[in-house]
T-cell receptor, first 113, second 116 residues
Framework: AQKVTQAQTEISVVEKEDVTLDCVYE???????LFWYKQPPSGELVFLIR??????QNEISGRYSWNFQKSTSSFNFTITASQVVDSAVYFC??????????FGKGITLSVRP | EAGVTQFPSHSVIEKGQTVTLRCDPI?????LYWYRRVMGKEIKFLLH????????ESGMPNNRFLAERTGGTYSTLKVQPAELEDSGVYFC??????????????FGPGTRLTVL
């Protein structure tokens, strides 16, 4: 099976700390897409980023940044200067040749004031 | 613009009963997906509609689950009869049918189903 592994299950940090959420994936597809979603306490999954397999440039959006390393099949997510509002469950997911997203188990991030 | 909506938000039923979950996708989104998250596990794909047609139903657990999308608008997912292992959060997602995809799927808040 083409899995997405988020080895960290729960992370707790103090506000203003940087935190990195790890994501490792398996794939046999030549072309694929990687995603991160955030699930706040309200329950819906909020899209954060989409990255295709041909674009290995790192991306920064405000306090969020993503490091895509095709050689290690990793797509890690860093939050700089974390805030309490960042507390949520974060899911990494992959979309391959078929129509479905394959998700990791999610990482529960708690940011304490 | 309204997002993906799901009804009900919570459902508690007894084993053997029937439950129907509803999803209203974002207007104009031809792709509609159902996913399920059982406690502590991954969110798993159930099926994918393109308009009213089932494109991929490889994730449906068994024939107790029936999904429909009549008219290509809202979708229902019926579980009959429900079993204990069906408990979990059922998510619906939608996305536009455009070239250059796959684009992000927009998720609803989920329906939390508890089977006692």
């Amino acid at each position: 099976a083409q899995k997405v592994t988020q080895a960290q299950t729960e992370i707790s940090v103090v506000e203003k700390e940087d935190v990195t959420l790890d994501c490792v994936y398996e794939t046999r597809d030549t072309t694929y897409y990687l995603f991160w979603y955030k699930q706040p306490p309200s329950g819906e999954l909020v899209f954060l980023i989409r990255r295709n397999s041909f674009d290995e440039q790192n991306e920064i959006s405000g306090r969020y940044s993503w490091n895509f390393q095709k050689s290690t099949s990793s797509f890690n997510f860093t939050i700089t200067a974390s805030q309490v509002v960042d507390s949520a469950v974060y899911f990494c997911a992959k979309h391959g040749a078929n129509s479905k997203l394959t998700f990791g188990k999610g990482i529960t991030l708690s940011v304490r004031p | 613009e309204a997002g993906v909506t799901q009804f009900p938000s919570h459902s508690v039923i007894e084993k053997g009963q029937t439950v129907t979950l509803r999803c209203d996708p974002i207007s104009g989104h031809d792709n509609l997906y159902w996913y399920r998250r059982v406690m502590g596990k991954e969110i798993k794909f159930l099926l994918h509609f393109v308009k009213e047609s089932k494109q991929d139903e490889s994730g449906m657990p068994n024939n107790r689950f029936l999904a429909e999308r009549t008219g290509g608008t809202y979708s229902t997912l019926k579980v009959q009869p429900a079993e204990l292992e069906d408990s979990g959060v059922y998510f619906c997602a939608s996305s536009p049918l455009l070239a250059g995809g796959p684009f992000e799927q927009f998720f609803g808040p989920g329906t939390r189903l508890t089977v006692l």
